[in-house]
C-alpha cells in the first residue's frame, strides 16, 4: 500500500494573521473576535457567527465574499470550498502548495474557530427524524479535520473553555502559538469529531432498529479527572455520553469531596437499584456496598424505609452508599448521619437536610432531579482485551411478565409481594444472586458466589446474623419468600432456601431438572413461582 509523506517539519510558532470563526455555541465568540481585531488579525466568518460578531461592530468578512459562492440550501453549503479547505490544508513550506494558492487566489488561514450542530441536545430531547436529521452537522467537522490535520501550521479550537489559554499564547508570544499546543488542540478536535459521528451513528442504529451495527463506537466528553481509578495505581476519568438518564451522571453534587471512581460504580448501581420502587407507592432505600446490595426495603416513611434497609446487614452498611426514591427529609438525613456514609443520592433533597448533612463534611451529597426509569430502553458497555461488549440495558421488571405458577400450592398475596421485591433486588446482585424478603424489606441477600447454594447460605447466615444484632428470636427469613436470578439447576439450593426458612420461591426456571426442584418444592409445602426471564449481573 502507497503512503503519502510530506516529511516537512513543522515550525515551532505560527503567527495569526487570519481567522475563521464559526460557532454554534458562541459562548465568549465576541470577545475572542474583539481580541483578535484588536490585534489586526482579518476575520472571516458565517451565518450567525458573522451576525453577531458584525453585531458587535467589529469588521468581518462574510465567507461568500472569498469563495465567490453565495450560501445556499439553507446554509448546508456555505464552507465546503476549495478557497475554504484549500486555506486550512495549505503546507505552507511546499512549494507546490504556494503556487496553488496563488493560482487560485486562496488566502492561508491560521485559526479556525467552529463548533459543530447540537446533535446531542436534539436527540437527546427526543426530536423527530428530520429534525435531528437536519441536526447533523458536515461542514463544521470537515473544517474541523481539516484544520487539525494541518495543524503543523493552523490553530483549532473546537471549545470555548480553551478560548482562554489560546489568548494567553498570543500574549506571551507576539500573536503566536506554539506547535505543542496546536498538537494538542488537533488531538482534542478530533476526539470531538469522533464522539460526535458515534453519537449520529448509534442514533441511526437505535432510529433503524439496528442491533449489531458493524462499527460500533460509545463516545463520551470529559467530565472530570479522578484521582486514581478502583485502586491507587490506576489512572481514571469520568466521561459523559449524553445520555440524560437521572442519575449520578446528572446529579449535583451540594456538599462533600470530589466522588471517587468506586463512589461513582457503587452510587449508580444504588441508584438503579431504588429506581425500581415507584415513589408513588412507597418510599424505598437501597444501601449498596462494593455495587451489590446490602439492605433494600420499603416503609411507610422514607426514615422508616432507611431503618429497614439498615437492619438487613448493618455491619455491611458501614462506608456504604445510600440511595432514596424520594426527597431526602430532615429526619431521614438525621438518621443517615448517625452512621458513616460515603454517598447519599435522592431526587431532591430539602433545605432541612442539606443542613443536616453538612454537618458531616466529607459525606458527599447528590440531588439527582429525577429517578431513572427502569423500563427505558438504552445500551450498556464494558471492555473486554481487545473489544467492546456492548448490549441493551436490563429493563425487564417483574410486573410486565406472566408468572407461572408450578406449585401445589399457590403463593399467598403477601408471598407474591414478597417475590416480586426479592426478584427486583436480585436484578441488581452480583451473579450468582439469591434474595430474601419479608414485607418489602430484605432479609438476606447472597452474592457473587460460584455456587448458588453457596449464596443461599451465605444469605441466610447474615440474616442470622442481623437477627442477633436486632434481638431478634428468629432470623427474618422464617416466613420469607426468596428469589433467585436465574433457574436453580438442581434441588440442593431450594433446600437451602427452605432450611433458611423461606416459604415460597420465585426463579425464571429452564433448567433440565425443573421437575426435581418443583417435586421437592411441592414437598414441603413451598409455593414456587417461574417468571422466563433471568437477571444475570456479572
Known amino acids: 500500500m502507497a503512503v503519502i509523506s510530506k516529511k516537512i517539519p513543522a515550525p515551532d510558532k505560527v503567527e495569526i494573521k487570519t481567522a475563521l470563526l464559526s460557532v454554534f455555541d458562541k459562548t465568549g465568540i465576541v470577545e475572542l473576535a474583539r481580541t483578535l481585531s484588536a490585534r489586526g488579525v482579518r476575520l472571516l466568518s458565517t451565518g450567525g457567527t458573522y451576525k453577531a460578531i458584525a453585531a458587535a461592530g467589529l469588521a468581518v468578512t462574510d465567507v461568500s465574499e472569498i469563495t465567490g459562492f453565495p450560501e445556499i440550501m439553507d446554509g448546508r453549503v456555505k464552507t465546503l470550498h476549495p478557497t475554504v479547505h484549500g486555506g486550512l490544508l495549505a503546507i505552507r513550506d511546499d512549494g507546490e ?45 470537515a473544517m ?20 482562554a489559554e489560546f489568548l494567553e499564547q498570543l500574549s506571551a508570544d507576539a500573536g503566536k502559538t506554539v506547535y505543542t499546543f496546536r498538537q494538542r488542540m488537533a488531538a482534542k478536535a478530533y476526539a470531538r469529531t469522533a ?38 495505581h490506576q489512572k481514571a476519568a469520568f466521561y459523559l455520553t449524553g445520555e440524560k438518564r437521572p442519575g449520578v451522571s446528572t446529579a449535583a453534587l451540594l456538599q462533600g ?76 438525613a438525621e438518621e443517615i448521619v ?29 440531588s439527582a432531579g429525577g429517578l431513572p426509569d427502569p423500563r427505558i430502553a438504552g445500551l450498556t458497555a464494558k471492555t473486554v482485551s481487545g473489544g467492546l461488549l456492548v448490549q441493551s440495558r436490563d429493563n425487564g421488571m417483574v410486573e410486565d411478565l406472566e408468572l407461572k405458577v408450578v406449585t401445589k400450592r399457590p403463593p399467598t398475596a403477601q408471598e407474591l409481594d414478597d417475590m416480586k421485591f426479592a426478584f427486583k433486588v436480585g436484578k441488581h446482585v452480583k451473579s450468582n444472586a439469591v434474595v430474601y424478603a419479608k414485607d418489602g424489606q430484605t432479609a438476606g441477600i447472597g452474592a457473587g ?56 420461591v420465585i426463579q425464571p426456571g429452564g433448567s433440565m431438572r425443573d421437575q426435581e426442584v418443583i417435586d421437592a418444592a411441592n414437598e414441603h409445602g413451598v409455593a414456587m413461582v417461574f417468571t422466563g426471564m433471568r437477571h444475570f449481573r456479572h
Open 97 to 141: 502548495h504556494q503556487e496553488a494558492m496563488k493560482k487560485h487566489g486562496i488566502e492561508a488561514i491560521d485559526l479556525a474557530v467552529i463548533n459543530l450542530y447540537p446533535f446531542e441536545e436534539v436527540r437527546a430531547a427526543g426530536g423527530d427524524y428530520p429534525t435531528t436529521v437536519e441536526n447533523i452537522d458536515i461542514g463544521g467537522p
Open 144 to 163: 474541523i479535520r481539516a484544520s487539525a490535520k494541518n495543524h503543523a501550521y493552523v490553530t483549532i479550537l473546537t471549545d470555548p473553555a480553551d478560548y
Open 195 to 232: 464522539a460526535y459521528d458515534a453519537v449520529i451513528s448509534n442514533w441511526f442504529a437505535e432510529a433503524l432498529s439496528i442491533d449489531t451495527p458493524r462499527h460500533r463506537v460509545i463516545g463520551g466528553v470529559l467530565k472530570e479527572e479522578m484521582r486514581y481509578g478502583e485502586n491507587p
Open 257 to 332: 469531596k470530589q466522588l471517587s471512581y468506586n463512589n461513582i460504580n457503587d452510587t449508580d448501581a444504588a441508584y438503579e437499584l431504588v429506581a425500581e420502587f415507584l415513589p408513588e407507592k412507597a418510599p424505598a432505600c437501597a444501601i449498596i456496598k462494593h455495587a451489590n446490595p446490602c439492605g433494600v426495603a420499603t416503609g411507610s416513611s422514607l426514615v422508616e424505609a432507611y431503618r429497614r434497609a439498615l437492619a438487613c446487614d448493618s455491619v455491611s452498611a458501614f462506608g456504604g452508599i445510600i440511595a432514596l426514591n424520594r426527597t431526602l427529609d430532615a429526619e431521614t
Open 338 to 366: 448517625k452512621l458513616f456514609t460515603e454517598v447519599i443520592i435522592a431526587p431532591d433533597v430539602t433545605e432541612e437536610a442539606k443542613a443536616i448533612v453538612a454537618r458531616k463534611p466529607n459525606l458527599r451529597l447528590l
Open 449 to 504: 458466589q460460584m455456587s448458588r447454594v453457596d449464596s443461599a447460605r451465605i444469605a441466610a447466615l447474615k440474616a442470622e446474623e442481623a437477627a442477633k444484632a436486632l434481638g431478634l428470636m428468629v432470623p427474618m427469613t422464617r416466613g420469607s419468600a426468596v428469589a433467585s436470578e436465574a433457574f436453580l439447576p438442581f434441588a440442593d439450593g431450594l433446600l437451602s432456601m427452605i432450611a433458611a426458612g423461606a416459604t415460597a
